[in-house]
Structure formats: structure tokens, C-alpha cells
């Protein structure tokens, strides 16, 4: 069995380093991490990931690790590089996979109390309840209902967007800026709406239009 210190959290003034032990199982290496995370999981909320330092993880495996500390644990990756002997931050960029990219598919209701965080697009097989959040780097796509919260390119990306069945949101952000509702009365489609940025404001419209 592993030890309890497989898997070691190392802090420093600029953010964390995660030390794994190689180890020639990945699933065990994936649930090492969670039950650590899962014991301090209020402390290490908003902590600022460096790296994870293992010799025995592919690329696919630690991008893996890094989406379970973004995405479930509320945890930011910063990475760093060198440059002449220096070592330099680099922040994620804004992500830019719109039109095709990394995605994350949710199957059902997302309740009052449920915050969905992902650096990606996202994709909810259901609705959305008044209470809940999604929060995308990318698009936002509902095949239900959106009555929660829902903010699209939440990492600066304008050209992102958010489609649903129902639109009826308590807030609808697209990266810094927060959803309008068309001048005048407006009557509200009977089908899919499309939120999107036009002249540096949000505005939503039917998705579907007659032809």
C-alpha cells in the first residue's frame, strides 16, 4: 500500500508545488491526491498550482490531476518559466477553444447549492436551478433551462457565449460584462436563446430564427 506521504503539498511565497511519489498505478495516484485534497479541501481553495513534480505521469495523466484541483477543489494553475536564470510567472491564457475544444459534459439537473467551475467549455444535459452557478472559460450550452447563474468566458474570453432552451437567468455573465434585455417591450421566444457580446454589451436573442 502507499504511504501517507505519496502525495506532498509544498508551499512557497509564489504558490504550491505538488509532490507525488512515482507510482505505477495512476488510479491510485488520482485517489491519493483527492483524499489528501478532501481533508483540507477549505484550506487549499484559491491556492495557486506551480506544478506537480512526478516522474512517472504522461502529460495526459497530470493535465488530468490538474483539472481535478481546478475544477472540483477551486484551485488556480500558474506555472513558471525561466528566463535567464529567473523565474517568471506565466497565468493561464484566456481560453480560446470556442468554436472546438475541451468540454465538459454535465447529465442532469444542476440543483440550488451546485457551483460547476471549468476551464473549458460546458455542457449541461438538463436545467439549471434559481441557487446554482456554472462558470466557464469558454461557451455555455443548456439544454434545459438556465434560472441560476451562469458567466461565460469567465477568464476574458468576449467571444464566448451561452445557449439555452429557457433563458431566464438570475445573472448571465459574458466575461466582464453582464447581460441586457432588448429595448422595449420584448415578448420571449418560444424556443432557444443565444447570449452573446454585440457592441461591448451582452445581448440575448432567439437562437433559432424563421427562415
Given at each position: 500500500?502507499?504511504?501517507d506521504n505519496a502525495v506532498e503539498f509544498k508551499g512557497t511565497k509564489k504558490g504550491i508545488y505538488v509532490q507525488i511519489k512515482p507510482l505505477n498505478d495512476f488510479e491510485t495516484i488520482?485517489?491519493?491526491?483527492i483524499?489528501?485534497?478532501?481533508?483540507?479541501?477549505?484550506?487549499?481553495?484559491?491556492?495557486k498550482i506551480l506544478d506537480i513534480q512526478c516522474e512517472s505521469l504522461t502529460a495526459e495523466e497530470k493535465e488530468e490531476l490538474e483539472n481535478i484541483m481546478t475544477n472540483d477543489y477551486q484551485m488556480q494553475l500558474q506555472r513558471e518559466i525561466i528566463q535567464d536564470n529567473t523565474s517568471v510567472e506565466v497565468e493561464d491564457e484566456v481560453f480560446q477553444g470556442i468554436n472546438e475544444g475541451?468540454?465538459?459534459?454535465?447529465q442532469g439537473t444542476v440543483r440550488s447549492g451546485q457551483k460547476i467551475d471549468y476551464n473549458?467549455?460546458?455542457?449541461?444535459?438538463?436545467?439549471?436551478?434559481?441557487?446554482?452557478?456554472?462558470?466557464a472559460y469558454g461557451n455555455i450550452i443548456i439544454m434545459g433551462s438556465?434560472?441560476?447563474?451562469?458567466?461565460a468566458g469567465s477568464n476574458g474570453n468576449t467571444k464566448a457565449c451561452v445557449a439555452a432552451y429557457y433563458l431566464d437567468p438570475t445573472q448571465l455573465r459574458i466575461a466582464d460584462?453582464?447581460?441586457r434585455s432588448p429595448d422595449g417591450e420584448y415578448e420571449k421566444p418560444k424556443g432557444p436563446e443565444l447570449a452573446k457580446i454585440?457592441?461591448?454589451?451582452?445581448?440575448?436573442?432567439?437562437?433559432?430564427?424563421k427562415r
Open positions: 500500500m502507499p504511504q488520482k485517489q491519493l491526491l483524499e489528501k485534497l478532501d481533508k483540507t479541501k477549505s484550506f487549499f481553495s484559491g491556492a475541451k468540454t465538459k459534459f454535465v473549458g467549455n460546458v455542457v449541461i444535459l438538463g436545467d439549471v436551478n434559481p441557487g446554482a452557478e456554472i462558470i438556465l434560472r441560476g447563474i451562469a458567466h460584462k453582464i447581460a454585440k457592441d461591448n454589451v451582452v445581448y440575448i436573442e432567439p437562437y433559432l430564427t
